[in-house]
Each structure stands twice: as structure tokens, then as C-alpha cells.
């Protein structure tokens, strides 16, 4: 028989989820574990985890009236968008103590002023509807990943995204000019600004934003809207090696006026995963080349573009040089969405192809050759037979340093040598200036590699922060920090 002490906690527990469910109303959560299973399993379906419930609220009240009963009864809180993260951020631990808080149903476009190039949205829209809003009124919404159907705004600003237009627009923090925060006592923070100009003090969104949701729960966003591209070209290159990308891409930068939008490096294993897996998929080139870039030029101006020949006359004298050493241009947007489904559907071909310890980081552009030959001498050092599938967004110094088990093994010893690999690359990464993670976050899965890497100042600065805003330690623990 239960001790009397547990018996009232768990009545307690009980009333604390009764009063939820009636903020939220009867649409607004779902209990049983296979109910909840989309949200308590991650994307990679390495965690997981145990919820009591999924509570899914329509409006900012309704977040603020659940945390404040989180608050008061010490119940963990972790919040949810699209649940893509890769890093096991978006999803409970296992002991079951947490209620998951879904974004999803607060979807709704609170405004869009394309004078002000801004539009404010709530926290549960999926990605690419916001870049279809603003699509729609003849703007652009710059932000784009593989996972941009089903991420979220509130997902994305909580871990800094970043994607293939970093180079030229920034990442995810860079685009936002005002959020609408609930803090872990309930209370609404509403900084939903749209001033590109507003020096009055801290500057308090920057707290939340790539916070993974230990500080806060952003509701709402003000996002920065840019000219919409009126050309875009795209080159499918063939590279003599990863020096010759880092070369090609400061020469496109400067003879294109910095037009490039997009340079992504791809290596063979990386172009055969996806065609092996993804039946409607094309190699662009007839011949096999070791590794490939996809190159992208885009121009805002109106009237007649000359794209078209900037990118020829680039890839002609890179030709010429030999950084160049094939190359298939589109000619449709049917054949660029072509090149563009080699890139988008790299993460998932390596899920299908089975096990792979995946290493998301950055070195200043101007090493990441040095960095990936230095990795792979030491990666090759602890298993010879590891493929290597290094791709990514090269422009911006990004590298997802992935290593895939060898064909036929298996992947469960495969996937026990991951804190060998981490170190290996790891260590090559920070002695090169370079960071351990680039633009997924830390979550679960990095944050004793935070512990071991971040300096003694830093952490402490973190945990002052996080012990300010969340004494009662409510917001996703165990995240980050
Ligand atoms: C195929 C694929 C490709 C990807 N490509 C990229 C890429 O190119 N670049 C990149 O940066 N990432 C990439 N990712 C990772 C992932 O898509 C991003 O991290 C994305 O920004 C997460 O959004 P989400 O809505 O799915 O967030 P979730 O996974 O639900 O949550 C991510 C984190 O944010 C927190 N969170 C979510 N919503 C809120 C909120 N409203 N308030 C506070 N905290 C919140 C969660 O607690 C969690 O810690 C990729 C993922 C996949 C599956």
C-alpha cells in the first residue's frame, strides 16, 4: 500500500492536471502513452521519453494560466513546436514528471506590415507557411531548412536555426525584431516590436532566443521580411576538393556583387545515399565526381537580370582555374528543385541508410578545409571503416561532420563509439576557433560536450541567467545545462 505522503502528492499531481485541462479546454491536451507518442519520441527516434500530459493551448492566456499552475505545484514544463529538433531538446526524460507544451494549435498571423517589411506571427506556424505569407505580399521570408513542412517559428527562434541562407541573411536570432515571451512564473513578457531601432536597455529578447525553452515560452514573433528574389540561379558543381569550395565561394562572393544566397558542400556518399533511397531523385552530372557544391546567385532587382551570365562567367574562370571541374546549371525551376532534393533529403537518407553519429559544427570558413582532412585522420585513426558524410553549409563555415556505420554492421556497437568520435572531432573543432554546435542546439545530446568544452566564465553566466529568470528549474530540464 502507498505511504499516506504519496498518496496526497499524487492527489495533488491529479488536481494540478485537472486545473490545466480546464484552462486549456477539451481540445486542448491528450493523455495515454500511445496518444502522446509523437510528442514524447524525437524525430531520429533516439529519445524516448515519458510525459503525464500533452497540453496543446490556442492562446497566449492559455500558455501563461498552464505555467502558472506548473509554477506553483513545481511541475516540469517542456515546451514543443514541430518537434524536428535533433538534439533531443523537444522531448521529456524518461522518469514521466513533465507535461509537454505544444505550440501547434497557436498558428495564426497576427499581422503583416510589408511597409515596415515585418510580419508577427504566433509561435505554432509551421516555417514554410510563413515564408508563403510572406510570399504572398511580395516579401521574403529568408529562414529555410529541410524540416521547414513541419519546424515551427517558436522551434526555430528557440534554437537559433540557421539553414542554407545564413550566409546572406543570418541566422533564425537575426531575423527577429520582437518576441512575446511566457516566463516560468506565468507571467507574459510582451516584447512584440517591430523597431529595427530601440536602444532602451538589455535587450531581452536575445535571453529566449536559441534558449532551447529553459528560460521561456515564445508565443509570438516579430520577423524581419526582405525584398523577394525576382532571379535565382543555381549551379551544380563537381569540386576538385574542399579547398577548391572555399575558394570558389569567396571568388562567387565577390564577382557576384555578394549575390550568393546559398553554397552547400556534398560528397559522393552523401549524393548516393539519396538517390539510393529517394527514388524520384536525379544525379545532375553524367560522371562521378568525389565531391559536388550547390551554388546559388539570387537578385531582388526588378527590370532585366543578368544572373544568367554572372554565374556563367564565374564558373567559366573557376573552370579555367581548375576549382571548377564539372558543372550542370538549371535551367527550369523543376531542375533546380531537382538539385535542391540531393541537399534537402541528405538528413533523412542517413537515417534510412541506418546508424550515424552526427557532429553539427563550425570552424571560420577559412579553416574548414584544414578541419575536415585534420577530423578525418583522426576519425580514421579510432575505425577505419566509418563513412564519412561531411555536408552542409559550407558558406557559413557549417559542417554536419556526420559519420554513418559501415554497411551491414550493426549499428548498435556502431553507435557505443559515439563519445570516441565526439572527442576526436570535437577536439579538432575548438582547436581550430570552431564551435561543437553550429545550429541545432544542444539539448540533451551535447550538454555534457557543453560541460566539457564551454569555459568556467561562460557556464556560470549561463546558470546566473537560468537560475534568475527560472529559480524553481521548471523550463525543460536537463537541456542545456
Ligand atoms: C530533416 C531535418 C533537417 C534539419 N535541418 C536543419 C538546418 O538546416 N538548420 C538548423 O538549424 N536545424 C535543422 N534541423 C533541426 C530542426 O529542424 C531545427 O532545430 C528547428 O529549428 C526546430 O524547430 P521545431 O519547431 O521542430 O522545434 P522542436 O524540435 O519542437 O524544439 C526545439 C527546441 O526548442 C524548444 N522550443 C520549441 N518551441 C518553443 C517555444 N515556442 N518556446 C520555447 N521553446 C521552444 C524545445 O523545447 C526544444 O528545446 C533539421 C531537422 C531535420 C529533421
Request: hydrophobic share 40%; proline share 4%; net charge negative.
Amino acid at each position: 500500500m502507498a505511504a499516506p505522503a504519496a498518496v496526497a502528492e499524487a492527489r495533488t499531481r491529479d488536481a494540478a492536471l485537472d486545473r490545466i485541462k480546464t484552462v486549456v479546454g477539451p481540445k486542448g491536451w491528450i493523455e495515454g502513452a500511445d496518444a502522446m507518442r509523437p510528442y514524447t519520441e524525437d524525430w531520429r527516434g533516439l529519445y524516448k521519453g515519458k510525459a503525464r500530459l500533452v497540453v496543446k493551448p490556442a492562446t497566449t492566456e492559455e500558455v501563461a494560466g498552464v505555467v502558472a499552475i506548473c509554477h506553483e505545484f513545481g511541475i516540469p514544463i517542456v515546451p514543443q513546436g514541430g518537434n524536428t529538433s535533433l538534439c533531443g531538446g523537444s522531448t521529456p526524460e524518461d522518469d514521466g514528471t513533465a507535461i509537454i507544451l505544444s505550440l501547434g494549435r497557436m498558428h495564426r498571423v497576427r499581422n503583416l506590415d510589408p511597409a515596415n517589411y515585418t510580419i508577427t506571427v504566433e509561435a505554432g506556424c509551421v516555417l514554410a507557411d510563413v515564408q508563403n505569407r510572406a510570399a504572398d505580399a511580395d516579401r521574403y521570408f529568408p529562414l529555410s531548412l529541410a524540416a521547414e513542412g513541419s519546424c515551427m517559428i517558436g522551434g526555430n527562434l528557440s534554437t537559433n536555426a540557421g539553414g542554407t541562407n545564413v550566409l546572406k541573411y543570418g541566422n533564425a536570432r537575426e531575423l527577429v525584431l520582437g518576441l512575446e515571451v511566457v516566463l516560468p512564473d506565468g507571467r507574459i513578457w510582451n516584447g512584440l516590436r517591430g523597431l529595427r531601432k530601440d536602444n532602451t536597455g538589455y535587450d531581452l529578447k536575445q535571453l529566449f532566443l536559441g534558449a532551447e525553452g529553459t528560460l521561456g515560452i515564445i508565443t509570438a514573433a516579430v520577423l524581419k521580411l526582405f525584398p523577394k528574389p525576382t532571379d535565382v540561379r543555381s549551379a551544380f558543381c563537381a569540386v576538385p576538393d574542399v579547398a577548391s569550395a572555399v575558394t570558389l565561394l569567396g571568388r562567387a562572393r565577390a564577382e557576384s556583387g555578394d549575390a550568393v544566397e546559398t553554397f552547400e558542400f556534398m560528397p559522393r556518399l552523401v549524393v548516393d545515399l539519396v538517390l539510393k533511397h529517394f527514388p524520384d531523385t536525379h544525379d545532375p552530372i553524367q560522371t562521378r565526381y568525389d565531391q559536388y557544391v550547390l551554388l546559388e546567385l539570387v537578385s531582388t532587382s526588378s527590370g532585366e537580370s543578368d544572373l544568367a551570365a554572372k554565374l556563367e562567367s564565374i564558373l567559366e574562370s573557376a573552370f579555367e582555374d581548375g576549382l571548377v571541374l564539372d558543372a550542370a546549371i538549371s535551367q527550369s525551376e523543376a531542375q533546380r528543385q531537382d538539385f535542391w532534393k540531393l541537399r534537402e533529403n541528405a538528413s533523412e537518407a542517413q537515417k534510412l541508410e541506418g546508424a550515424s553519429i552526427k557532429h553539427d559544427v563550425s570552424v571560420p570558413v577559412s579553416r574548414i578545409a584544414e578541419f575536415y582532412a585534420a577530423a578525418l585522420k583522426k576519425v580514421m585513426a579510432v575505425d577505419k571503416t566509418v563513412r564519412l558524410v561531411a555536408f552542409g553549409h559550407v558558406g557559413d563555415g557549417n559542417l554536419h561532420y556526420n559519420l554513418q556505420a559501415p554497411e551491414g554492421s550493426d549499428g548498435k556497437a556502431f553507435l557505443a563509439q559515439w563519445e570516441r568520435f565526439n572527442r576526436v572531432v570535437h577536439d579538432t573543432v575548438v582547436e581550430m576557433g570552431g564551435s561543437i554546435s553550429a545550429e541545432h542546439g544542444i539539448g540533451r545530446l551535447k550538454r555534457e560536450e557543453l560541460a566539457h568544452y564551454k569555459d568556467g566564465v561562460s557556464l556560470d553566466l549561463m546558470r546566473t541567467v537560468k537560475a534568475a529568470i527560472d529559480p524553481k528549474g521548471i523550463l525543460n530540464p536537463g537541456k542545456v545545462l
